[in-house]
């Protein structure tokens, strides 16, 4: 069964702090793997997307990398306007169509 | 430009009741779908549309009907609503598969309550 599973459900950090978030996955086959970012009351938007283990990709504080399990997020020194939810999806080879959601990781981040 | 955008943004409904969400997009994407998100589930894929006139059910499609009869709008119907629909529902868009980076585009949520 194709599954996304996010750790931690919550994190909180200082201002500065560096840590990383996980997205560990199990999928027939993986066409490519997102991370998106969801304010409160808002839609989710899109950061990256990874399509091969080893690669990565950055973002002002933001980097991603993948392997052929997990994907992993990390923040280098965050400030608080990093604070949010970080959804990580993945995408099958077998139908496009369809992405499979984790049920993400609630950053804070206190100054 | 407006992107995704979904109405209304807001609804309380008794059960039984019907309504529609309606959601239109602006980027000429191809494919358009609809999710539920609920506290510690993730998002959960209703319905998509691969095109205008098309439609495939999803995870969780019991419920629900949709249609898309303009490329630009996809319509999510309730017909009987229940209080296991409670929910907040997103809309997306995207490019066929293989453009881009492969990315959805969300709305930016209708929250719904079934009394």
């Known amino acids: 069964e194709d599954q996304v599973t996010q750790s931690p459900e919550a994190l909180r950090l200082q201002e500065g702090e560096s840590s990383s978030l996980n997205c560990s996955y199990t999928?027939?086959?993986?066409?490519?793997l997102f991370w998106y970012r969801q304010d409160p009351g808002k839609g989710p938007e899109f950061l990256f997307t990874?399509?091969?283990a080893g690669e990565e990709k950055e973002k002002e504080r933001l980097k991603a990398t993948l392997t052929k399990k997990e994907s992993f997020l990390h923040i280098t020194a965050p400030k608080p306007e990093d604070s949010a939810t970080y959804l990580c999806?993945?995408?099958?080879?077998?139908?496009?169509?369809?992405?499979?959601f984790g049920s993400g990781t609630k950053l804070n981040v206190k100054p | 430009n407006a992107g995704v955008t979904q109405t209304p943004k807001f609804r309380v409904l008794k059960t039984g009741q019907s309504m529609t969400l309606l959601c239109a997009q602006d980027?000429?994407?191809?494919?358009m779908y609809w999710y539920r998100q609920d506290p510690g589930m993730g998002l959960r894929l209703i319905h998509y549309?691969?095109?205008?006139?098309?439609?495939a059910k999803g995870e969780v499609p019991d419920g629900y009907n949709v249609s898309r009869l303009k490329k630009q709008n996809f319509l999510l119907g309730l017909e009987s609503a229940a209080p296991s629909q409670t929910s907040v529902y997103f809309c997306?868009?995207?490019?066929?598969?293989?453009?881009?980076?492969?990315?959805?585009?969300f709305g930016e949520g209708s929250r719904l309550t079934v009394l």
């Open positions: 990874l399509y091969s």
């Open positions: 999928v027939s086959g993986l066409r490519g």
């Open positions: 980027m000429n994407h191809e494919y």
């Open positions: 999806a993945v995408q099958p080879q077998y139908n496009f169509n369809k992405f499979y």
């Open positions: 997306a868009s995207s490019y066929r598969p293989g453009q881009n980076t492969g990315e959805l585009f």
């Open positions: 549309s691969v095109g205008e006139g098309t439609t």
